[in-house]
T-cell receptor, first 115, second 114 residues
């Protein structure tokens, strides 16, 4: 079954430092992968998605992710962290189930930014 | 902009009560989903629907049911609420049957069962 695993439930970086949030996928077919962000007391919103058009995907707010088939990874990065990036981040994969498709989420990584 | 609206942001119910969580989307999306969010567990899919009156079980359907009588509305029902159903509930919608479409989320309903 297709799934995603996020390494690290909590990541803390200094403002201006590199942000790296890790996600590995398990899939026997080419996966469709997503990163979502959840700010406090809000629902989730899409940061970016991989649909096989390009291995390096750019998203909103300066985030990007690289699909690496050899490593079964889709890690999220941002060169310079900002205080406003503090949030919870979820990696997800789109799968087919019965006669419809659904999205399965990882357990999430909470990102904290130190002044 | 797509809007997904959940009827209640915060609810407090007692054990054994019947609870209705309502969700409405305004972009004519075919698919609607109910997730439950708990710390350290991420989002877990409860039920989803790909068409009116159609429903599919997700990963944790026990203790829940759903109703989709109209395309824009998807309701989550807790027939007899229990304390282990205290959680954040998130509704989402998605266009089409492909694998590349994104989910659009509501702001969530935080349910406390006493």
């Amino acid at each position: 079954a297709q799934s995603v695993t996020q390494l690290g439930s909590h990541v803390s970086v200094s403002e201006g430092a590199l942000v790296l949030l890790r996600c590995n996928y398990s899939s026997s077919v080419p996966p469709y992968l997503f990163w979502y962000v959840q700010y406090p007391n809000q629902g989730l919103q899409l940061l970016l998605k991989y649909t096989s058009a390009a291995t390096l995907v750019k998203g909103i707010n300066g985030f990007e992710a690289e699909f690496k088939k050899s490593e079964t990874s889709f890690h999220l990065t941002k060169p310079s962290a900002h205080m406003s990036d503090a949030a919870e981040y979820f990696c997800a994969v789109s799968v087919v189930d019965s006669s419809a498709s659904k999205i399965i989420f990882g357990s999430g990584t909470r990102l904290s930014i130190r002044p | 902009d797509v809007k997904v609206t959940q009827s209640s942001r915060y609810l407090v119910k007692r054990t054994g009560e019947k609870v209705f969580l309502e969700c409405v989307q305004d972009m004519d999306h075919e698919n609607m989903f109910w997730y439950r969010q708990d710390p350290g567990l991420g989002l877990r899919l409860i039920y989803f629907s790909y068409d009116v009156k159609m429903k599919e079980k997700g990963d944790i359907p026990e203790g829940y049911s759903v109703s989709r009588e109209k395309k824009e509305r998807f309701s989550l029902i807790l027939e007899s609420a229990s304390t282990n159903q205290t959680s954040m509930y998130l509704c989402a919608s998605r266009k089409g049957q492909g694998l590349t479409g994104e989910l659009f989320f509501g702001e969530g309903s935080r349910l406390t069962v006493l």
